[in-house]
């Protein structure tokens, strides 16, 4: 089931059940497009190569890429694992530490009732998959076509947009993946199979799970099955987010360092000021700016506002309520107690 | 215990003796029932948390109250102990009208918020129909719905922060006065969590606009098929309604007794539908879509509201339907479930059935458009054979919502009522990673016991005591 070498797809679990053979297997998995701070951390993983452990990527870059930039995706991954090989020193010898990568192929549509707008999708599949389906039924998830920021993550997985949850530009509107998810079948770190939440449009049965889920950047669990409420397209708004080209200065978009801050209504527009020449886009609705800022640079501070940065390392996220750091370890202690997921995704 | 309590928080501010036990032995679900030692009445966070201190040294059990208005028995203390009532905590204590968001104590009465902005066109959106009593402690607890629900959300939706005090007795600030954020969701966890995670004291909530297009129908339908099938048709279709009710003949009948409304001749149902907006032509087409539905499936007559007190006259009928049940009965049990929205049709025949089957009398009034239903039981919860009816008619029911693919609770809570149901919806190791979170944070389960999950260790023993103790 699972490969030993670092570049075969010898694992391509096609059911939940194999899926969580291979997650119970592993005793640390490194998962996601938006890849672990982790592997920026050679102290660590050396620590994991001393106490023998079995890594795993599961990575499906090479699989989502269009064919044409499929190439291109594959040395993406390759830089990725050459950069754990620099962390652990040593270029021709892994230690002990046993990468294995492999794909998961749930990305199926499982059921779809359009006339409840409730749709069952295997969590791998593509939002544009997922987009084109719920089209020939005039519904969709309220992602809008404009801006490239605020839609980064309608052109990933569902489940890679669901484990990051950023904000999107109708999201004032429409809210966000919280608010569209039903319900989810999750494999949590040891294996076991997990039902969150319902098909229910409106359920407050027992504890929100789900939304504990959402936003965990897959630190809790690999979800697998998703289920969603959609929206009629003719329900969906227009965004009316500003862009600015002109800051740009990476060829490809997702290369930008990013600096995500939503602020109150009141402070938006000096922080839309403080952030001149540096602003990638700007949705007025729900407050939120997309920056350039690199990781030796910051932009002002307002009151109970929140940011998000990519490509920062350790301050790609700071949580500064000690409390609320407090809570999120408990929670992940409950859910995965010997942090085989994501470890040091949030800074524990 | 009550002199300790005394020294704590002074004396007027906790109470004891038997009417004390009457009054807070259950809330709106009469069937289970459960005496405090004692009930307290804090003014602020601080007092709380004194109490949730001294309860925790103590090792005395404690339950949040708010209006009591709960339908699953969330604030009954199932072991006794110490009710924390939030009857002194109604305070509106910040209105930021720019940044649309307001701070207010948790006991504040959920209409009360929505009326003290309304003077700058915002309000408060989560409506559920008990707003002019229930708290927003108790609204949060329960991730309450309302008749809005199906286009503005639930509760989880427009709350932005909370104070908490947790079950140990520390005071805790999540989230503030800007939605999201990084890290796990802990306000969403903490939103539903029926009082067993901590207990809420003040909360920032969103206000939203309120829209200045509202179009309001009420329409009568020959059967009550016709009516379920326009609701799973309107759905279908993608507009989505503001409101979109549905009240039975059981209702209407309860109505003219206690009111005197009247309704046209061959009224078996009748659907309340509502749809809003800030641009006249959209929502004046959304209702022409729905009026068209409707007459498609026989509607027999359509009333109209062109102004404000017309649309309240209609909403009356929706509003005090429970209120007017009381007239056919001593007890009124209001179940809670949810199914698919194309499944109404089926869904309601089959309630009917169970109610003649079990010889109970049935109506029927709740939020269509979400696939919510609330069939409403009444009876004498005097006879224990009518209650043991009343309960094996409701479990037939949920059993059936879970059958079609719905919930066992749609916004009721699972509270006393459902811990053993919920076992429908989740197999074991979904409900124990449940626990264990549950465990987390109320880990020497003092705070409201017995909620939620089933089989809770030293609830089963009690359980039997609750039932059937009626007065
Ligand atoms: C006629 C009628 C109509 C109703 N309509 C609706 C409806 O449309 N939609 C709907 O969702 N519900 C409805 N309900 C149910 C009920 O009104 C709601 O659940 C409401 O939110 C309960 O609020 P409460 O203040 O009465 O809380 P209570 O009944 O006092 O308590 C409910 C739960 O909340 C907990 N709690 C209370 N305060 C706090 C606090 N400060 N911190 C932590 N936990 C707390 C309690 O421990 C308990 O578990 C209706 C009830 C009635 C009687």
Same mark, same amino acid.
């Given at each position: 089931?699972?490969?030993?070498?670092?570049?075969?797809?010898?694992?391509?679990?096609?059911?939940?059940?194999?899926?969580?053979?291979?997650?119970?297997?592993?005793?640390?998995?490194?998962?996601?497009?938006?890849?672990?701070?982790?592997?920026?951390?050679?102290?660590?993983?050396?620590?994991?190569?001393?106490?023998?452990?079995?890594?795993?990527?599961?990575?499906?870059?090479?699989?989502?890429?269009?064919?044409?930039?499929?190439?291109?995706?594959?040395?993406?991954?390759?830089?990725?694992?050459?950069?754990?090989?620099?962390?652990?020193?040593?270029?021709?010898?892994?230690?002990?530490?046993?990468?294995?990568?492999?794909?998961?192929?749930?990305?199926?549509?499982?059921?779809?009732?359009?006339?409840?707008?409730?749709?069952?999708?295997?969590?791998?599949?593509?939002?544009?998959?997922?987009?084109?389906?719920?089209?020939?039924?005039?519904?969709?998830?309220?992602?809008?076509?404009?801006?490239?920021?605020?839609?980064?993550?309608?052109?990933?997985?569902?489940?890679?947009?669901?484990?990051?949850?950023?904000?999107?530009?109708?999201?004032?509107?429409?809210?966000?993946?919280?608010?569209?998810?039903?319900?989810?079948?999750?494999?949590?770190?040891?294996?076991?199979?997990?039902?969150?939440?319902?098909?229910?449009?409106?359920?407050?049965?027992?504890?929100?799970?789900?939304?504990?889920?959402?936003?965990?950047?897959?630190?809790?669990?690999?979800?697998?099955?998703?289920?969603?409420?959609?929206?009629?397209?003719?329900?969906?708004?227009?965004?009316?987010?500003?862009?600015?080209?002109?800051?740009?200065?990476?060829?490809?978009?997702?290369?930008?360092?990013?600096?995500?801050?939503?602020?109150?209504?009141?402070?938006?527009?000096?922080?839309?000021?403080?952030?001149?020449?540096?602003?990638?886009?700007?949705?007025?609705?729900?407050?939120?700016?997309?920056?350039?800022?690199?990781?030796?640079?910051?932009?002002?501070?307002?009151?109970?506002?929140?940011?998000?940065?990519?490509?920062?390392?350790?301050?790609?996220?700071?949580?500064?309520?000690?409390?609320?750091?407090?809570?999120?370890?408990?929670?992940?202690?409950?859910?995965?107690?010997?942090?085989?997921?994501?470890?040091?995704?949030?800074?524990? | 215990?009550?002199?300790?309590?005394?020294?704590?928080?002074?004396?007027?501010?906790?109470?004891?003796?038997?009417?004390?036990?009457?009054?807070?032995?259950?809330?709106?679900?009469?069937?289970?029932?459960?005496?405090?030692?004692?009930?307290?009445?804090?003014?602020?966070?601080?007092?709380?948390?004194?109490?949730?201190?001294?309860?925790?040294?103590?090792?005395?059990?404690?339950?949040?109250?708010?209006?009591?208005?709960?339908?699953?028995?969330?604030?009954?203390?199932?072991?006794?102990?110490?009710?924390?009532?939030?009857?002194?905590?109604?305070?509106?204590?910040?209105?930021?009208?720019?940044?649309?968001?307001?701070?207010?104590?948790?006991?504040?009465?959920?209409?009360?918020?929505?009326?003290?902005?309304? +003077?700058?066109?915002?309000?408060?959106?989560?409506?559920?129909?008990? +707003?002019?009593?229930?708290?927003?402690?108790?609204?949060?607890?329960?991730?309450?719905?309302?008749?809005?629900?199906?286009?503005?959300?639930?509760?989880?939706?427009?709350?932005?922060?909370?104070?908490?005090?947790?079950?140990?007795?520390?005071?805790?600030?999540?989230?503030?006065?800007?939605?999201?954020?990084?890290?796990?969701?802990?306000?969403?966890?903490?939103?539903?969590?029926?009082?067993?995670?901590?207990?809420?004291?003040?909360?920032?909530?969103?206000?939203?606009?309120?829209?200045?297009?509202?179009?309001?129908?009420?329409?009568?339908?020959?059967?009550?098929?016709?009516?379920?099938?326009?609701?799973?048709?309107?759905?279908?279709?993608?507009?989505?309604?503001?409101?979109?009710?549905?009240?039975?003949?059981?209702?209407?009948?309860?109505?003219?007794?206690?009111?005197?409304?009247?309704?046209?001749?061959?009224?078996?149902?009748?659907?309340?539908?509502?749809?809003?907006?800030?641009?006249?032509?959209?929502?004046?087409?959304?209702?022409?879509?729905?009026?068209?539905?409707?007459?498609?499936?026989?509607?027999?007559?359509?009333?109209?509201?062109?102004?404000?007190?017309?649309?309240?006259?209609?909403?009356?009928?929706?509003?005090?339907?429970?209120?007017?049940?009381?007239?056919?009965?001593?007890?009124?049990?209001?179940?809670?479930?949810?199914?698919?929205?194309?499944?109404?049709?089926?869904?309601?025949?089959?309630?009917?059935?169970?109610?003649?089957?079990? +010889?109970?009398?049935?109506?029927?009034?709740?939020?269509?458009?979400?696939?919510?239903?609330?069939?409403?039981?009444?009876?004498?919860?005097?006879?224990?054979?009518?209650?043991?009816?009343?309960?094996?008619?409701?479990?037939?029911?949920?059993?059936?919502?879970?059958?079609?693919?719905?919930?066992?609770?749609?916004?009721?809570?699972?509270?006393?009522?459902?811990?053993?149901?919920?076992?429908?919806?989740?197999?074991?190791?979904?409900?124990?990673?449940?626990?264990?979170?549950?465990?987390?944070?109320?880990?020497?389960?003092?705070?409201?016991?017995?909620?939620?999950?089933?089989?809770?260790?030293?609830?089963?023993?009690?359980?039997?005591?609750?039932?059937?103790?009626?007065?």
């Amino acid at each position: 089931m699972v490969g030993e070498s670092l570049f075969d797809f010898k694992g391509s679990p096609k059911s939940i059940e194999a899926l969580s053979e291979v997650v119970r297997e592993a005793s640390t998995i490194y998962y996601g497009g938006f890849v672990s701070r982790e592997y920026r951390r050679p102290s660590r993983i050396r620590q994991y190569a001393e106490l023998d452990q079995k890594l795993l990527l599961l990575d499906d870059l090479e699989w989502l890429a269009p064919p044409k930039r499929r190439e291109e995706a594959r040395k993406s991954v390759e830089r990725k694992i050459d950069d754990l090989r620099t962390a652990l020193g040593d270029t021709s010898d892994w230690g002990n530490v046993k990468p294995l990568r492999l794909r998961h192929s749930l990305r199926q549509i499982l059921s779809y009732q359009p006339e409840d707008q409730v749709i069952t999708v295997g969590s791998r599949i593509s939002i544009q998959d997922l987009q084109k389906a719920l089209a020939e039924h005039g519904q969709c998830l309220p992602f809008a076509e404009a801006g490239f920021y605020s839609r980064i993550s309608s052109l990933w997985t569902v489940e890679e947009s669901l484990a990051m949850n950023l904000p999107h530009n109708l999201e004032a509107q429409c809210g966000n993946w919280r608010d569209w998810v039903l319900g989810m079948k999750v494999i949590l770190p040891d294996g076991t199979v997990v039902t969150c939440g319902s098909r229910a449009v409106k359920n407050v049965a027992g504890y929100d799970l789900q939304k504990l889920i959402i936003g965990s950047r897959q630190t809790l669990g690999i979800i697998a099955e998703v289920t969603l409420r959609t929206l009629p397209v003719a329900a969906r708004p227009s965004p009316n987010v500003q862009e600015f080209p002109e800051n740009r200065k990476e060829k490809w978009p997702r290369a930008e360092p990013l600096w995500i801050q939503r602020t109150l209504r009141t402070d938006f527009p000096e922080a839309i000021k403080a952030a001149e020449g540096k602003l990638l886009e700007v949705d007025p609705a729900s407050c939120t700016l997309w920056a350039r800022v690199d990781a030796n640079n910051d932009l002002p501070r307002f009151a109970d506002d929140w940011v998000l940065r990519t490509k920062c390392g350790e301050r790609n996220v700071q949580f500064t309520n000690p409390t609320y750091l407090e809570f999120m370890k408990r929670i992940k202690q409950v859910f995965d107690p010997t942090n085989k997921l994501n470890p040091g995704e949030f800074g524990f | 215990m009550v002199q300790e309590l005394h020294d704590l928080l002074g004396a007027d501010s906790v109470l004891s003796g038997v009417a004390i036990e009457r009054v807070y032995d259950c809330d709106a679900y009469t069937v289970d029932r459960s005496k405090p030692a004692c009930v307290v009445l804090p003014s602020t966070t601080e007092d709380v948390a004194k109490v949730v201190k001294w309860c925790n040294q103590n090792d005395v059990p404690f339950t949040a109250r708010g209006a009591g208005t709960g339908l699953s028995g969330g604030s009954m203390p199932a072991m006794g102990g110490v009710v924390i009532a939030t009857k002194r905590m109604t305070e509106i204590l910040e209105i930021d009208v720019e940044n649309r968001c307001l701070l207010a104590q948790s006991g504040a009465v959920n209409a009360r918020l929505s009326d003290s902005v309304k +003077q700058y066109g915002l309000h408060f959106a989560p409506d559920p129909s008990s +707003q002019s009593v229930s708290t927003l402690g108790g609204n949060i607890a329960e991730n309450a719905g309302g008749p809005h629900t199906l286009k503005y959300g639930v509760t989880v939706q427009h709350i932005l922060g909370l104070t908490l005090v947790a079950p140990d007795g520390e005071i805790v600030k999540l989230g503030g006065r800007v939605a999201g954020g990084p890290g796990y969701d802990l306000l969403a966890l903490f939103v539903g969590s029926e009082g067993t995670l901590g207990l809420v004291t003040e909360a920032w909530i969103k206000l939203t606009p309120l829209p200045t297009v509202i179009r309001t129908i009420l329409i009568s339908f020959p059967t009550v098929r016709a009516a379920t099938q326009t609701v799973a048709d309107i759905i279908a279709t993608g507009t989505i309604p503001a409101a979109l009710e549905m009240m039975d003949k059981g209702i209407l009948n309860a109505l003219s007794a206690a009111f005197g409304l009247t309704y046209p001749e061959g009224t078996e149902a009748l659907l309340l539908i509502e749809c809003d907006g800030d641009d006249a032509t959209t929502v004046d087409e959304e209702i022409e879509t729905v009026r068209k539905i409707c007459e498609s499936n026989g509607s027999s007559s359509i009333a109209t509201a062109a102004t404000d007190a017309e649309r309240a006259k209609l909403w009356k009928a929706r509003k005090s339907g429970v209120g007017a049940m009381g007239r056919l009965a001593p007890s009124v049990v209001t179940h809670d479930g949810v199914i698919p929205r194309s499944k109404l049709p089926e869904m309601l025949d089959h309630v009917y059935a169970v109610a003649a089957k079990h +010889q109970i009398g049935v109506a029927n009034l709740f939020h269509a458009g979400d696939g919510n239903l609330h069939p409403c039981f009444y009876f004498d919860d005097r006879d224990p054979k009518q209650v043991e009816s009343v309960v094996a008619a409701g479990e037939a029911i949920i059993r059936r919502c879970v059958d079609l693919g719905g919930s066992v609770t749609g916004e009721h809570g699972i509270g006393i009522e459902k811990s053993d149901l919920i076992g429908l919806m989740f197999d074991e190791p979904s409900l124990d990673l449940q626990r264990r979170v549950r465990d987390a944070f109320n880990s020497k389960a003092l705070c409201n016991p017995c909620k939620i999950l089933p089989s809770q260790k030293g609830c089963t023993e009690h359980k039997r005591r609750w039932r059937g103790t009626a007065w």
